[in-house]
């Protein structure tokens, strides 16, 4: 790819950021797309009624392209709200919420979650725990239950010498999950908020804050460089911004073209010059026999001989 | 349907172009304004200038052309989710991601950066999407095996048409 750049120029070319190319950010986004967490299933139906959306788009470039798997979500989403009745029915959208969900997944969710977990608490018979974005394990939990029930033993007072054995675990016991689930953390104002506070120091470090700039200094770059859109996204400018718009990708398309040609023309100058190269008239001629002799005048007075 | 067969009526070979992906999506009203937002976004982010170094890093990259850049698509769709703190309507999310995958691979076209044909613009946009959708805990693969047991005289029945 390189060899089709024109080179000899000192000020331009890629590598002094002439080229808006698109697929910059978003094939350094592709590195960071591991670290996002897994989204919650109740946008999933919202996402499916997008894909709806551009049905007939994904049905055109299918069956441009023959790719059965686009002409065949074109063809089911073009019955109307046909991928997302079939998405529910078909169970490809997972029934249990995870945790961590992000568009403002409540706590209900979450505690649900907790009512139902390996301690074997029936929904009912405890009031759920109010605990966001909690990550407990099962295990942990397990091992928790058999420490209280043991601590509660030892409180009881010492052991008679008849209990043989240790006391069944008690499933249903009303364990306090606040004394075991590390309390949540106080997570600093986000993006949006501190962006809304004027705060731009603090939406810069949020806006950094997912990506580490030590093991993807990309990522950390892209998502400076993202802070400025989303800032107009929130601000509203639709129609200022896609006049804008209209005149970038003129300018794009302007400089696509004014790429090629350049390219164009410095293949024609590279041409023209191996032509010129096999072809010079320098005004003199070489006589091999003449070089092969005593060349008493010397390598370079003895081969040139006046034409 | 007929309607649907007469869009995808189009002579094999044609170049896809942005434009026509872009007419082919449609959103309803109350979403147009958040859907264009979002593209706007997209696409500020992957006309940047400062950018290039990146491009030409990932795709000197190993991998189908297609794959890298509906891998990379989707990474900017996520990554403006992310960085909307949730503000983002997920029903915009797919057909943003269609119209920016179009706008890229139009840029690609038109410069030369790499030959990009039709079918690496389809690979490109069946992985976009499978990529987001298992984000949402989407299935993808059940919804493939689900496909695939269809063809076009096979259409499912009752669902709300």
């Given at each position: 790819?390189?060899?089709?750049?024109?080179?000899?120029?000192?000020?331009?070319?890629?590598?002094?950021?002439?080229?808006?190319?698109?697929?910059?950010?978003?094939?350094?986004?592709?590195?960071?797309?591991?670290?996002?967490?897994?989204?919650?299933?109740?946008?999933?139906?919202?996402?499916?009624?997008?894909?709806?959306?551009?049905?007939?788009?994904?049905?055109?470039?299918?069956?441009?392209?023959?790719?059965?798997?686009?002409?065949?979500?074109?063809?089911?989403?073009?019955?109307?709200?046909?991928?997302?009745s079939l998405a529910e029915s078909q169970q490809w959208i997972s029934k249990t919420p995870s945790l961590g969900q992000t568009?403002?997944?409540?706590?209900?969710?979450?505690?649900?979650?907790?009512?139902?977990?390996?301690?074997?608490?029936?929904?009912?018979?405890?009031?759920?725990?109010?605990v966001q974005g909690a990550n407990v394990n099962p295990l942990q939990q397990s091992s928790n239950a058999e420490f209280v029930n043991n601590e509660n033993l030892a409180r009881s007072g010492p052991i008679p010498p008849n209990l043989g054995t240790a006391p069944p675990i008690q499933n249903n016991m009303p364990v306090s999950l606040n004394q075991n689930v590390p309390p949540p953390k106080v997570e600093p104002p986000g993006f949006l908020d501190s962006l809304k506070q004027g705060n731009i120091l603090d939406a810069a470090k949020a806006a950094g804050s997912a990506i580490n700039p030590v093991t993807n200094p990309y990522g950390a770059m892209a998502v400076g460089q993202i802070a400025a859109p989303i800032a107009d996204y929130l601000s509203g400018k639709t129609d200022a911004e896609i006049a804008a718009l209209e005149a970038q990708t003129g300018y794009?398309?302007?400089?696509?073209?004014?790429?090629?040609?350049?390219?164009?023309?410095?293949?024609?100058?590279?041409?023209?010059?191996?032509?010129?190269?096999?072809?010079?008239?320098?005004?003199?001629?070489?006589?091999?026999?003449?070089?092969?002799?005593?060349?008493?005048?010397?390598?370079?007075?003895?081969?040139?001989?006046?034409? | 349907m007929a309607i649907i067969q007469d869009k995808m009526a189009r002579p094999q070979g044609d170049d896809i172009n942005a434009d026509t992906v872009k007419e082919n999506i449609k959103m309803p009203p109350e979403l147009q304004n958040a859907y264009e937002r979002v593209v706007i976004a997209g696409m500020k982010v992957m006309f940047s200038k400062q950018s290039h170094k990146l491009m030409l890093e990932e795709l000197q990259k190993e991998g189908p052309l297609g794959e890298k850049l509906g891998k990379g698509v989707a990474g900017l769709m996520l990554l403006l989710i992310k960085q909307s703190n949730g503000t983002m309507p997920p029903e915009v999310i797919i057909p943003a991601g269609v119209n920016l995958l179009s706008?890229?691979?139009?840029?690609?076209?038109?410069?030369?950066?790499?030959?990009?044909?039709n079918a690496d613009i389809?690979?490109?946009?069946?992985?976009?999407?499978?990529?987001?959708?298992?984000?949402?805990?989407?299935?993808?693969?059940?919804?493939?095996?689900?496909?695939d047991q269809y063809s076009s005289e096979n259409i499912p029945t009752g669902m709300g048409a």
């Open positions: 790819m390189a060899i089709d750049y024109p080179i000899g120029d000192p000020t331009g070319g890629v590598a002094y950021g002439e080229k808006n190319d698109p697929i910059s950010a978003a094939l350094s986004a592709a590195t960071m797309a591991g670290t996002y967490t897994a989204a919650g299933s109740f946008a999933a139906m919202s996402l499916m009624q997008g894909v709806t959306f551009a049905g007939a788009a994904m049905s055109l470039v299918g069956s441009v392209t023959g790719n059965k798997t686009l002409s065949k979500i074109g063809m089911i989403t073009g019955i109307a709200g046909g991928i997302g568009f403002g997944g409540s706590t209900g969710n979450a505690a649900q979650a907790m009512s139902s977990s390996s301690l074997g608490q029936s929904p009912s018979s405890a009031p759920s725990p109010n794009t398309d302007q400089r696509a073209l004014q790429l090629q040609e350049e390219i164009a023309k410095e293949k024609r100058r590279r041409a023209n010059l191996n032509q010129g190269y096999s072809q010079v008239d320098a005004g003199i001629t070489v006589n091999p026999a003449v070089i092969g002799q005593a060349q008493a005048g010397g390598l370079i007075a003895g081969a040139v001989q006046p034409r | 706008q890229a691979a139009d840029f690609i076209r038109k410069t030369k950066l790499e030959k990009i044909t389809g690979d490109a946009m069946e992985t976009m999407i499978t990529t987001i959708l298992d984000k949402f805990d989407v299935n993808t693969e059940k919804m493939k095996q689900m496909l």
